[in-house]
């Protein structure tokens, strides 16, 4: 996993760093200018224009400037504070934004670049450093340089749009102990591989999932399950007879419309993790069964769609997680902006991150917040961020796919929040195996099985 951190943490960094701040300063200059000259394919008898702010951003760029001339480049550089907002930039082969760095709050109107490719110096002028929100127009960069590591700026909101291709610099600037990481393809690692010995009931998931009329995300989440690892799914859909919604190798539980609860319960200490949620329905007689399946069991479990609705609000969901026995599992949550929203009593926000780390500390569950940049935190306010998707996963369904995902890496043993970010991975990088139109729920398990066997591209 990658480090990401914040502004504030960047400026505890820069406090507390080994080296002057001139030093850095060059090497951050040195960094970005040999990011400018890859885009220009060599320095000799190019035209750069800088647009340098006041701070270390600007710093950053003008020392950058210094180098680019020393290798033969003609360089302007530009007084960002004097710049009509949409005035055209000189003619040039690269613009450098140097205007304004991650610490910035306000509105930023830019010159106008044109169609000349520009290089963001840490990240693009305009974009907010902990969130990716945008006041105005801001440049919108060919290569971003930034130092250290990543910021969330650049993964969250419109940062990545504006940002292009991201290189981190490594400028000797220790940055800690983040508490923020993105997962990466290394991370599968985590993934406990099934023994020379395993049985099928090592790693077996309970999905509660589906009704009458809703059947196919019961079928998308325990599809998804299998072919996330687990070695049985036992699936059960109330008001549905066994043989009628299940895939061909799940185990088929008939359940009662009501009161369904004490069969699932009964045959829980088989598994090593329940699912449940996804087309349930949201009548009070659901809501009552899930609260009371969730508060009595101990095995993990990761809920969702109307799971989470049949939860009503943070206060009470948290009671639920309250109750559940001494040494009871993880609980994860992986709701999409509507339904955080409902739990949290208001909408995540341009501060994705602070908002999901807030609604895990308020229920005492591992919360998942679905988008282009998903977000995890766990109620100690550890956050894993995944970037692996596309758009190709805003489709109906993809969601009960990524809770059978995160069922059974919670049944092989993860943590919550390595179960829920990982799967987040590897649902995302499933989908980047499918058609790039045309993708639908029903393709992502046997593409998951692919990311997992190691068999994609």
């Given at each position: 996993m990658r480090p990401v951190v914040?502004?504030?943490?960047?400026?505890?960094?820069?406090?507390?760093?080994?080296?002057?701040?001139?030093?850095?300063?060059?090497?951050?200059?040195?960094?970005?200018?040999?990011?400018?000259?890859?885009?220009?394919?060599?320095?000799?008898?190019a035209r750069v224009v800088v647009v340098a702010g006041k701070g270390n951003n600007g710093a950053d760029g003008?020392?950058?400037?210094?180098?680019?001339?020393?290798?033969?480049?003609?360089?302007?550089?530009?007084?960002?504070?004097?710049?009509?907002?949409?005035?055209?930039?000189?003619?040039?082969?690269?613009?450098?934004?140097?205007?304004?760095?991650?610490?910035?709050?306000?509105?930023?109107?830019?010159?106008?670049?044109?169609?000349?490719?520009?290089?963001?110096?840490?990240?693009?002028?305009?974009v907010q450093g902990d969130t990716g929100a945008v006041r105005g127009a801001a440049l919108r960069a060919d290569l971003t340089v930034t130092m250290a590591a990543l910021k969330p700026g650049l993964l969250l909101g419109?940062?990545?749009?504006?940002?292009?291709?991201?290189?981190?610099?490594?400028?000797?600037?220790?940055?800690?102990?983040?508490?923020?990481?993105l997962v990466e393809d290394a991370d599968l690692a985590?993934?406990?591989?099934?023994?020379?010995?395993?049985?099928?009931?090592?790693?077996?998931?309970?999905?509660?999932?589906?009704?009458?009329?809703?059947?196919?995300?019961?079928?998308?989440c325990s599809r998804a399950a299998l072919r996330a690892?687990?070695?049985?799914?036992?699936?059960?859909?109330?008001?549905?007879?066994?043989?009628?919604?299940?895939?061909?190798?799940?185990?088929?539980v008939g359940l009662p419309a009501t009161g369904w609860e004490t069969t699932v319960e009964a045959e829980l200490p088989r598994v090593r993790a329940l699912a449940v949620g996804p087309g349930l329905g949201r009548s009070d007689a659901v809501g009552e069964s899930v609260r009371r399946l969730l508060?009595?069991?101990?095995?993990?479990?990761?809920?969702?769609?109307?799971?989470?609705?049949?939860?009503?609000?943070?206060?009470?969901?948290?009671a639920v997680i309250g109750a559940r026995p001494a040494g009871a599992g993880p609980v994860v949550f992986t709701p999409h902006d509507g339904e955080f929203a409902r739990l949290a009593g208001a909408p995540a926000g341009e501060d994705r991150?602070?908002?999901?780390?807030g609604l895990a500390a308020a229920t005492g569950a591992v919360v998942l917040l679905k988008g282009p940049t998903t977000v995890v935190a766990d109620p100690g306010g550890a956050v894993l961020l995944s970037a692996s998707?596309?758009?190709?996963?805003?489709?109906?369904?993809?969601?009960?796919?990524?809770?059978?995902?995160?069922?059974?890496?919670?049944?092989r043993g993860l943590d919550g929040l390595r179960a829920a970010a990982v799967a987040a991975h590897v649902h995302g990088r499933a989908a980047l195996l499918g058609p790039r139109v045309g993708l639908v729920a029903g393709d992502l398990p046997d593409l998951v099985a692919r990311v997992l066997s190691g068999t994609g591209p």
């Open positions: 914040t502004t504030a943490e960047m400026q505890a960094a820069d406090a507390a760093a080994p080296v002057p701040v001139d030093v850095l300063v060059g090497r951050a200059g040195w960094a970005v200018a040999a990011g400018a000259a890859r885009l220009l394919s060599g320095c000799y008898g003008r020392a950058a400037a210094e180098v680019l001339a020393r290798r033969g480049a003609g360089v302007t550089v530009l007084d960002a504070g004097a710049l009509a907002a949409g005035a055209p930039l000189p003619a040039a082969d690269v613009v450098i934004d140097a205007a304004y760095g991650t610490g910035f709050r306000g509105e930023y109107d830019p010159p106008d670049a044109g169609d000349t490719p520009v290089v963001a110096v840490d990240i693009p002028s305009g419109d940062g990545p749009d504006r940002s292009g291709r991201v290189e981190v610099a490594d400028i000797g600037l220790p940055v800690g102990v983040p508490s923020a990481h985590w993934i406990p591989p099934r023994p020379h010995a395993a049985h099928k009931w090592m790693g077996a998931v309970w999905v509660v999932a589906g009704s009458p009329g809703l059947r196919g995300a019961a079928q998308l690892g687990s070695g049985l799914v036992r699936i059960g859909s109330p008001g549905l007879g066994a043989d009628d919604h299940a895939p061909s190798e799940a185990v088929a508060s009595t069991t101990t095995v993990a479990a990761v809920v969702d769609a109307d799971g989470l609705y049949a939860l009503g609000d943070a206060a009470e969901a948290a991150i602070a908002a999901v780390r998707g596309d758009a190709r996963l805003a489709t109906p369904g993809t969601g009960d796919v990524l809770t059978g995902v995160v069922a059974a890496f919670l049944a």
